[in-house]
Protein backbone atom coordinates (compact mmCIF):
# COMPACT_ATOMS: atom_id res chain seq x y z
CA UNK A 1 0.00 0.00 0.00
CA UNK A 2 1.16 3.20 -1.29
CA UNK A 3 1.29 6.11 1.50
CA UNK A 4 0.59 9.18 -0.61
CA UNK A 5 -1.75 9.73 -3.39
CA UNK A 6 -5.03 8.28 -3.94
CA UNK A 7 -4.21 4.79 -2.79
CA UNK A 8 -3.80 6.48 0.80
CA UNK A 9 -7.09 8.36 0.26
CA UNK A 10 -8.91 5.33 -0.95
CA UNK A 11 -7.43 2.96 2.14
CA UNK A 12 -8.54 5.73 4.97
CA UNK A 13 -11.83 5.73 3.80
CA UNK A 14 -12.06 2.31 3.91
CA UNK A 15 -10.98 2.01 7.50
CA UNK A 16 -13.42 4.60 8.34
CA UNK A 17 -16.67 2.92 6.83
CA UNK A 18 -15.46 -0.33 8.29
CA UNK A 19 -14.90 1.22 11.57
CA UNK A 20 -18.76 3.25 11.31
CA UNK A 21 -20.14 -0.81 10.65
CA UNK A 22 -18.70 -2.05 13.65
CA UNK A 23 -19.69 0.96 15.68
CA UNK A 24 -23.52 0.28 14.24
CA UNK A 25 -24.01 -3.49 14.81
CA UNK A 26 -22.64 -2.78 18.46
CA UNK A 27 -25.45 -0.49 18.45
CA UNK A 28 -28.03 -2.38 17.05
CA UNK A 29 -27.09 -5.38 19.31
CA UNK A 30 -27.57 -3.16 22.53
CA UNK A 31 -30.96 -1.84 21.50
CA UNK A 32 -30.51 1.71 20.52
CA UNK A 33 -32.74 3.91 18.75
CA UNK A 34 -34.05 2.20 15.31
CA UNK A 35 -34.32 5.58 14.33
CA UNK A 36 -30.30 6.17 14.25
CA UNK A 37 -29.88 2.75 12.58
CA UNK A 38 -32.17 4.24 9.84
CA UNK A 39 -29.93 6.89 9.58
CA UNK A 40 -26.69 4.60 9.32
CA UNK A 41 -28.28 2.66 6.95
CA UNK A 42 -29.42 5.35 4.62
CA UNK A 43 -25.73 6.79 4.58
CA UNK A 44 -24.37 3.37 3.35
CA UNK A 45 -22.90 1.87 6.25
CA UNK A 46 -24.47 -1.24 6.19
CA UNK A 47 -25.07 -1.62 2.74
CA UNK A 48 -24.17 -5.23 2.77
CA UNK A 49 -24.95 -6.03 6.01
CA UNK A 50 -27.16 -9.04 6.20
CA UNK A 51 -29.10 -7.77 9.24
CA UNK A 52 -29.59 -3.93 7.19
CA UNK A 53 -32.80 -5.33 5.64
CA UNK A 54 -34.21 -6.07 9.27
CA UNK A 55 -33.34 -2.89 10.75
CA UNK A 56 -35.05 -1.22 7.57
CA UNK A 57 -38.39 -3.52 7.93
CA UNK A 58 -38.53 -3.03 11.62
CA UNK A 59 -37.99 0.82 11.12
CA UNK A 60 -41.10 0.72 8.59
CA UNK A 61 -43.44 -1.11 11.12
CA UNK A 62 -42.96 1.71 13.75
CA UNK A 63 -43.76 4.56 11.18
CA UNK A 64 -40.57 6.49 11.69
CA UNK A 65 -40.38 9.44 9.61
CA UNK A 66 -37.85 9.34 6.72
CA UNK A 67 -36.05 13.16 6.21
CA UNK A 68 -37.05 14.76 3.04
CA UNK A 69 -34.56 14.96 0.55
CA UNK A 70 -32.83 17.98 -0.13
CA UNK A 71 -32.34 21.71 1.72
CA UNK A 72 -35.12 22.50 4.52
CA UNK A 73 -36.85 25.33 2.99
CA UNK A 74 -36.65 28.36 4.50
CA UNK A 75 -39.43 29.85 6.09
CA UNK A 76 -40.07 33.48 6.53
CA UNK A 77 -38.07 34.86 3.70
CA UNK A 78 -39.00 36.85 0.66
CA UNK A 79 -38.82 35.50 -2.45
CA UNK A 80 -39.27 36.76 -5.66
CA UNK A 81 -42.16 35.72 -8.45
CA UNK A 82 -40.20 32.97 -9.44
CA UNK A 83 -39.23 31.67 -6.36
CA UNK A 84 -35.88 32.34 -5.27
CA UNK A 85 -35.25 34.07 -2.15
CA UNK A 86 -34.77 37.93 -2.97
CA UNK A 87 -30.90 39.19 -2.24
CA UNK A 88 -32.21 42.77 -2.02
CA UNK A 89 -32.10 44.30 1.52
CA UNK A 90 -35.06 46.43 0.94
CA UNK A 91 -36.86 44.77 -1.98
CA UNK A 92 -40.46 46.87 -2.93
CA UNK A 93 -42.60 44.22 -1.94
CA UNK A 94 -41.57 44.37 1.93
CA UNK A 95 -41.99 48.15 1.86
CA UNK A 96 -45.18 47.87 0.09
CA UNK A 97 -45.88 45.14 3.12
CA UNK A 98 -44.64 47.28 5.86
CA UNK A 99 -46.63 50.44 4.42
CA UNK A 100 -50.11 48.71 4.25
CA UNK A 101 -49.35 47.17 7.71
CA UNK A 102 -48.51 50.45 9.09
CA UNK A 103 -51.62 52.32 7.63
CA UNK A 104 -53.88 49.38 8.39
CA UNK A 105 -52.66 47.66 11.50
CA UNK A 106 -52.86 44.55 9.97
CA UNK A 107 -49.64 41.85 10.55
CA UNK A 108 -47.05 41.24 7.81
CA UNK A 109 -48.39 37.62 7.03
CA UNK A 110 -52.51 39.54 7.13
CA UNK A 111 -50.82 42.48 4.89
CA UNK A 112 -49.97 39.54 2.25
CA UNK A 113 -53.54 38.50 1.91
CA UNK A 114 -55.01 39.79 -1.34
CA UNK A 115 -58.36 41.10 0.59
CA UNK A 116 -56.08 43.39 2.88
CA UNK A 117 -56.40 46.08 -0.88
CA UNK A 118 -59.77 47.00 0.45
CA UNK A 119 -61.26 47.93 2.95
CA UNK A 120 -64.38 45.87 3.30
CA UNK A 121 -60.99 42.94 2.79
CA UNK A 122 -59.50 44.29 5.89
CA UNK A 123 -62.39 44.72 7.84
CA UNK A 124 -63.44 40.45 6.86
CA UNK A 125 -59.32 39.56 7.75
CA UNK A 126 -60.27 41.85 11.56
CA UNK A 127 -63.49 38.71 11.62
CA UNK A 128 -66.56 39.06 12.68
CA UNK A 129 -65.78 40.69 16.30
CA UNK A 130 -63.92 43.96 14.95
CA UNK A 131 -65.07 43.86 11.36
CA UNK A 132 -67.32 41.42 9.28
CA UNK A 133 -68.38 38.32 8.43
CA UNK A 134 -67.33 35.87 6.04
CA UNK A 135 -71.50 36.28 4.70
CA UNK A 136 -70.92 39.45 4.69
CA UNK A 137 -68.13 39.93 3.16
CA UNK A 138 -69.17 37.24 0.45
CA UNK A 139 -72.60 39.44 0.28
CA UNK A 140 -70.10 42.68 -0.65
CA UNK A 141 -68.39 40.74 -3.48
CA UNK A 142 -71.79 39.81 -5.01
CA UNK A 143 -73.22 43.22 -5.15
CA UNK A 144 -69.90 44.65 -6.47
CA UNK A 145 -70.66 41.70 -9.20
CA UNK A 146 -73.79 42.78 -9.71
CA UNK A 147 -73.56 46.84 -10.30
CA UNK A 148 -70.76 45.89 -12.45
CA UNK A 149 -73.20 43.68 -14.65
CA UNK A 150 -75.72 46.66 -14.56
CA UNK A 151 -73.54 48.69 -15.72
CA UNK A 152 -72.10 46.51 -18.62
CA UNK A 153 -75.98 46.26 -19.26
CA UNK A 154 -75.94 50.03 -20.06
CA UNK A 155 -73.00 49.81 -22.08
CA UNK A 156 -70.85 52.44 -19.51
CA UNK A 157 -67.55 52.95 -20.33
CA UNK A 158 -66.63 52.33 -16.41
CA UNK A 159 -67.74 49.23 -15.79
CA UNK A 160 -65.51 46.65 -16.08
CA UNK A 161 -65.36 44.23 -19.89
CA UNK A 162 -63.56 40.65 -20.32
CA UNK A 163 -61.01 41.36 -22.59
CA UNK A 164 -62.04 38.35 -25.16
CA UNK A 165 -65.60 37.26 -24.87
CA UNK A 166 -69.07 37.51 -27.03
CA UNK A 167 -69.03 40.34 -29.79
CA UNK A 168 -72.40 41.90 -29.84
CA UNK A 169 -73.70 41.86 -32.95
CA UNK A 170 -77.44 41.47 -35.28
CA UNK A 171 -77.36 37.62 -34.29
CA UNK A 172 -77.10 37.94 -30.92
CA UNK A 173 -78.32 41.40 -30.24
CA UNK A 174 -81.94 39.87 -29.26
CA UNK A 175 -80.10 37.36 -26.11
CA UNK A 176 -78.52 40.00 -24.76
CA UNK A 177 -80.94 43.09 -24.62
CA UNK A 178 -83.17 40.25 -22.78
CA UNK A 179 -79.90 39.43 -20.41
CA UNK A 180 -79.68 43.44 -19.88
CA UNK A 181 -83.44 43.74 -19.11
CA UNK A 182 -83.05 41.03 -16.13
CA UNK A 183 -80.09 42.51 -14.73
CA UNK A 184 -81.51 45.81 -14.28
CA UNK A 185 -84.83 44.22 -12.70
CA UNK A 186 -82.19 42.45 -10.61
CA UNK A 187 -80.55 45.30 -9.69
CA UNK A 188 -83.69 47.61 -8.97
CA UNK A 189 -84.85 44.38 -6.25
CA UNK A 190 -81.79 44.97 -4.64
CA UNK A 191 -82.20 48.69 -4.34
CA UNK A 192 -85.59 48.23 -3.34
CA UNK A 193 -84.40 45.65 -0.38
CA UNK A 194 -81.52 48.44 0.67
CA UNK A 195 -84.14 51.21 0.83
CA UNK A 196 -87.27 49.16 2.72
CA UNK A 197 -84.12 48.46 5.41
CA UNK A 198 -83.16 51.96 4.91
CA UNK A 199 -87.06 52.35 6.89
CA UNK A 200 -86.85 50.71 9.24
CA UNK A 201 -83.66 51.77 10.50
CA UNK A 202 -84.07 55.41 10.49
CA UNK A 203 -80.72 56.58 12.59
CA UNK A 204 -78.45 54.76 10.14
CA UNK A 205 -77.23 55.83 7.04
CA UNK A 206 -77.31 52.70 4.75
CA UNK A 207 -76.95 54.33 1.28
CA UNK A 208 -73.58 56.72 2.28
CA UNK A 209 -72.99 52.99 3.83
CA UNK A 210 -73.70 51.41 0.46
CA UNK A 211 -72.14 54.12 -1.82
CA UNK A 212 -68.98 55.56 0.11
CA UNK A 213 -67.62 52.47 1.28
CA UNK A 214 -68.92 49.24 -0.56
CA UNK A 215 -68.96 50.88 -4.41
CA UNK A 216 -66.20 53.85 -3.96
CA UNK A 217 -63.81 51.46 -1.24
CA UNK A 218 -63.61 54.13 1.12
CA UNK A 219 -62.36 53.46 4.57
CA UNK A 220 -64.67 55.61 7.00
CA UNK A 221 -65.11 53.64 10.14
CA UNK A 222 -68.28 55.56 11.70
CA UNK A 223 -70.06 53.88 9.17
CA UNK A 224 -69.47 50.67 10.13
CA UNK A 225 -72.41 49.83 11.92
CA UNK A 226 -74.57 50.85 8.74
CA UNK A 227 -71.92 49.04 6.44
CA UNK A 228 -73.03 45.47 8.63
CA UNK A 229 -76.26 46.25 8.46
CA UNK A 230 -76.44 46.82 4.36
CA UNK A 231 -73.98 43.62 3.75
CA UNK A 232 -77.04 41.81 6.31
CA UNK A 233 -79.84 42.85 3.57
CA UNK A 234 -77.53 41.63 0.83
CA UNK A 235 -76.79 38.55 2.51
CA UNK A 236 -80.16 37.92 2.66
CA UNK A 237 -81.55 38.83 -1.18
CA UNK A 238 -79.24 36.88 -2.45
CA UNK A 239 -79.72 33.82 -0.47
CA UNK A 240 -83.30 33.91 -1.43
CA UNK A 241 -82.35 34.43 -4.62
CA UNK A 242 -79.74 31.88 -4.60
CA UNK A 243 -83.03 29.24 -3.95
CA UNK A 244 -84.55 30.64 -5.99
CA UNK A 245 -82.55 29.66 -9.38
CA UNK A 246 -81.55 26.28 -7.39
CA UNK A 247 -85.40 25.85 -8.18
CA UNK A 248 -85.52 26.36 -12.03
CA UNK A 249 -83.77 29.40 -12.65
CA UNK A 250 -80.32 29.93 -13.25
CA UNK A 251 -77.63 32.64 -12.98
CA UNK A 252 -77.50 35.09 -15.56
CA UNK A 253 -74.14 36.17 -17.24
CA UNK A 254 -73.46 37.25 -20.15
CA UNK A 255 -69.23 37.58 -21.86
CA UNK A 256 -69.74 40.50 -23.29
CA UNK A 257 -66.35 42.04 -24.54
CA UNK A 258 -65.16 45.30 -25.34
CA UNK A 259 -66.25 45.21 -28.62
CA UNK A 260 -70.09 46.03 -27.71
CA UNK A 261 -69.14 49.54 -26.32
CA UNK A 262 -69.87 51.10 -30.02
CA UNK A 263 -73.61 50.26 -29.96
CA UNK A 264 -74.95 51.74 -26.81
CA UNK A 265 -77.99 53.37 -28.58
CA UNK A 266 -79.25 49.62 -29.81
CA UNK A 267 -79.62 48.56 -26.03
CA UNK A 268 -83.50 49.70 -24.93
CA UNK A 269 -82.87 51.56 -21.75
Not at 32 to 44: H, V, Y
Not at 127 to 150: M, P, T, V
Not at 224 to 252: I, M, P, W
Amino acid sequence: MKLFGSDFRIEKKAVRKKQARCALQTAIMGGDNIANGLAALKSGALRNNPSARELGAEGKKTGEKRARRGRPRLEGRLREPNGRISRALNPPSLLALQARAFHSGLSLEQAKDPRAETYLGRLAIFGRSDGLSWDQYEAGQKFLQLRNDYQRSLLSPGAYYEATGIRLGEDNMAEYEAWALRVKKRYAKVLKAVQEAQIDNGRENLYAALQYVIIDGLELPYLLGAVRLVLNVLHRYFRYSAVAEEQGKRADRHGISLAGLGIAHKIPQ
